[in-house]
């Protein structure tokens, strides 16, 4: 049998080290020397919630346009789809949950990581309070609704399997990503796979006492977002790719320093999240965590969207030990370097 394929830094991380730590020092990329501006589609990972305020704010402000880009931001299906459409060439680049990037390139994708947007998913199971269900020993026996293209989703079995769980006796149902929250609300089922930053603002804005269980406290931590892009893309394209991410850390400069215009603006440009009597509660809560994670060792001391290649490696290593295939790749060295 042959052995898999080692996957090197290189090949992993694309232009990680440009895309952020030099962004974020204040270095700027020269802007390309044409009058047109260069269009880039840009796919989520989900949908435009206040989690991405940042982006919408950056787009409206010029952030990307002073640097040559015309971004096209689309809203997303999940992690796993928007990880496809970007792997595929569907979109130039996109947004997708670390976990979610390493498995997929473990799989044969091809995909690379340019910066990383926070630092922790949570992901986690959130259950009613008032339910059944008190202990991760008691989803045993029953419904778990999950988003079928979820970055979270992935993750399941890997808890199961952590917390003692028997994951053939977890009853996992398919929702469609519109209503995963509501299936849980209306109990169609008993509980469902997340990412806080999506759902928990769905519940507490609705007064929805909900419990939540934590995959990072069974030993799975990720990164939030990482920025991604094709290699076929990046090998053309590296210095408008450096450009778009050099965007985006001053997008979450920007939210970070001035949330209520950052709302504001999001609110502005996407009304229907303003529609419902708690609409901007809804959004306020997204953009209030996704701001507590943009916060953390590897941004206070090296600056916004920095990644520190040594924990991706521990992440990797816990997606391939966990999550992915005997026949998957092996994620790269710790002491490997470019």
Same mark, same amino acid.
């Given at each position: 049998?042959?052995?898999?394929?080692?996957?090197?830094?290189?090949?992993?991380?694309?232009?990680?080290?440009?895309? @952020?730590? /030099? %962004?974020?020092? *204040?270095?700027?990329?020269?802007? $390309? !020397?044409?009058?047109? +501006?260069?269009?880039?589609?840009?796919?989520?990972?989900?949908?435009?919630?206040?989690?991405?305020?940042?982006?919408?704010?950056?787009?409206?402000?010029?952030?990307?346009?002073?640097?040559?880009?015309?971004?096209?931001?689309?809203?997303?299906?999940?992690?796993?789809?928007?990880?496809?459409?970007?792997?595929?060439?569907?979109?130039?680049?996109?947004?997708?949950?670390?976990?979610?990037?390493?498995?997929?390139?473990?799989?044969?994708?091809?995909?690379?990581?340019?910066?990383?947007?926070?630092?922790?998913?949570?992901?986690?199971?959130?259950?009613?309070?008032?339910?059944?269900?008190?202990?991760?020993?008691?989803?045993?026996?029953?419904?778990? @609704?999950? /988003? %079928?293209?979820? *970055?979270?989703?992935?993750?399941? $079995? !890997?808890?199961?399997? +952590?917390?003692?769980?028997?994951?053939?006796?977890?009853?996992?149902?398919?929702?469609?990503?519109?209503?995963?929250?509501?299936?849980?609300?209306?109990?169609?089922?008993?509980?469902?796979?997340?990412?806080?930053?999506?759902?928990?603002?769905?519940?507490?804005?609705?007064?929805?006492?909900?419990?939540?269980?934590?995959?990072?406290?069974?030993?799975?931590?990720?990164?939030?977002?990482?920025?991604?892009?094709?290699?076929?893309?990046?090998?053309?394209?590296?210095?408008?790719?450096?450009?778009?991410?050099?965007?985006?850390?001053?997008?979450?400069?920007?939210?970070?320093?001035?949330?209520?215009?950052?709302?504001?603006?999001?609110?502005?440009?996407?009304?229907?999240?303003?529609? *419902?009597?708690?609409?901007?509660?809804?959004?306020?809560?997204?953009?209030?965590?996704?701001?507590?994670?943009?916060?953390?060792?590897?941004?206070?001391?090296?600056?916004?969207?920095?990644?520190?290649?040594?924990?991706?490696?521990?992440?990797?290593?816990?997606?391939?030990?966990?999550?992915?295939?005997?026949?998957?790749?092996?994620?790269?060295?710790?002491?490997?370097?470019?």
């Amino acid at each position: 049998m042959s052995r898999p394929t080692t996957l090197t830094r290189r090949k992993f991380f694309g232009t990680v080290a440009a895309g @952020g730590t /030099a %962004a974020v020092a *204040g270095f700027s990329f020269p802007r $390309p !020397a044409i009058a047109q +501006l260069a269009k880039v589609h840009y796919t989520l990972s989900w949908l435009p919630t206040g989690q991405y305020a940042y982006l919408y704010a950056a787009r409206q402000l010029g952030f990307f346009k002073k640097r040559g880009i015309d971004l096209d931001i689309s809203r997303g299906y999940g992690s796993v789809a928007a990880i496809q459409a970007v792997s595929s060439g569907q979109f130039e680049m996109g947004s997708a949950q670390a976990g979610a990037n390493l498995l997929s390139i473990m799989k044969g994708l091809d995909l690379r990581i340019l910066g990383t947007h926070g630092y922790d998913a949570t992901l986690g199971i959130v259950a009613l309070d008032k339910g059944a269900i008190k202990t991760p020993k008691d989803l045993e026996g029953k419904k778990i @609704g999950v /988003a %079928a293209a979820g *970055g979270d989703t992935p993750f399941l $079995p !890997a808890y199961c399997r +952590l917390s003692g769980i028997d994951f053939d006796k977890v009853d996992v149902v398919q929702i469609d990503s519109k209503i995963l929250e509501q299936s849980a609300m209306s109990g169609v089922v008993d509980a469902i796979v997340v990412t806080g930053l999506s759902s928990i603002p769905n519940f507490v804005s609705e007064d929805v006492p909900i419990k939540m269980m934590p995959f990072s406290k069974a030993g799975l931590q990720f990164y939030w977002l990482n920025t991604i892009a094709n290699s076929g893309f990046l090998a053309k394209n590296k210095e408008l790719a450096d450009n778009v991410q050099a965007g985006i850390l001053e997008a979450m400069k920007f939210m970070l320093l001035n949330p209520q215009e950052a709302m504001e603006r999001h609110l502005k440009e996407h009304e229907e999240l303003s529609l *419902g009597k708690n609409g901007k509660l809804y959004v306020e809560l997204g953009m209030g965590m996704t701001r507590a994670i943009m916060i953390a060792p590897e941004s206070i001391q090296h600056g916004l969207g920095y990644t520190d290649l040594a924990k991706m490696d521990e992440q990797a290593k816990v997606v391939k030990q966990y999550a992915a295939a005997s026949k998957d790749r092996d994620p790269p060295a710790a002491a490997e370097r470019d």
